[in-house]
Antibody, heavy 120, light 107 residues
Framework: QVQLQQSGPGLLKSSETLSLTCTVSGNAISSGYYWAWIRQPPGKGLEWIGSVYHSGHTYYNPSLKSRVSISVDKSKSQFSLKLSSVTAADTAVYYC?????????????WGKGTTVTVSS | DIQMTQSPSSLSASVGDRVTISCRASQTISYYLNWYRQKPGKAPELLIYAASTLQSGVPSRFSGSGSGTEFTLTITSLQPEDFATYYCQQGYITPRTFGQGTRVELK
């Protein structure tokens, strides 16, 4: 069973770049998943940030596209999120997830989440 | 972007109750609709995908129905661990979008 382990700093200052990594267990990085990032501001709902396939093909949320980069490193079984020029509005719990890509698309494996706080 | 709208935003129920949550998409998404449960302080967990397919390991008290733009999640005989927030999500196109959530609280 695929498992995801998140890592990265939890405290940033305004204008810095957020960098998070998600390690995929069991050599599953090249399996039939899109690897995604989702965030959840305190007390609010879920927002899809974007996703990457093992080929490197990416999809981004247009609302964040100018500041987001998602990449994959198959040699390390990792995929990463970078979000530039952060502000307090980027304070959230950030989740990595695997989106199955069979006949339908659904996120059936999730990391535990990383709380990211942006201070001024 | 496809907007997902859930109703109600919150509800109060008792253990053993039957609960129904609705989700409406702003355009047709066929059967590309998923349901998640999120317990406080935890990551979401997949309950239902493709509108009505129960994820492996999920109890049979959960069921989903609908197609096109109207979908429903039903929980028969609510259990203590079901007091949580539920989200629908469309997997039809990117950007993926979620409903605003339905909080199920203890009456």
């Amino acid at each position: 069973q695929v498992q995801l382990q998140q890592s990265g700093p939890g405290l940033l200052k305004s204008s810095e770049t957020l960098s998070l990594t998600c390690t995929v267990s069991g050599n599953a990085i090249s399996s039939g998943y899109y690897w995604a990032w989702i965030r959840q501001p305190p007390g609010k709902g879920l927002e899809w940030i974007g996703s990457v396939y093992h080929s490197g093909h990416t999809y981004y949320n247009p609302s964040l596209k100018s500041r987001v980069s998602i990449s994959v490193d198959k040699s390390k079984s990792q995929f990463s999120l970078k979000l530039s020029s952060v502000t307090a509005a980027d304070t959230a719990v950030y989740y990595c997830a695997g989106e199955a890509t069979a006949a339908y698309y659904y996120m059936d494996v999730w990391g535990k989440g990383t709380t990211v706080t942006v201070s001024s | 972007d496809i907007q997902m709208t859930q109703s109600p935003s919150s509800l109060s129920a008792s253990v053993g109750d039957r609960v129904t949550i609705s989700c409406r998409a702003s355009q047709t998404i066929s059967y590309y609709l998923n349901w998640y449960r999120q317990k406080p302080g935890k990551a979401p967990e997949l309950l239902i995908y493709a509108a009505s397919t129960l994820q492996s390991g999920v109890p049979s008290r959960f069921s989903g129905s609908g197609s096109g733009t109207e979908f429903t999640l039903t929980i028969t005989s609510l259990q203590p661990e079901d007091f949580a927030t539920y989200y629908c999500q469309q997997g039809y196109i990117t950007p993926r979008t979620f409903g605003q959530g339905t909080r199920v609280e203890l009456k």
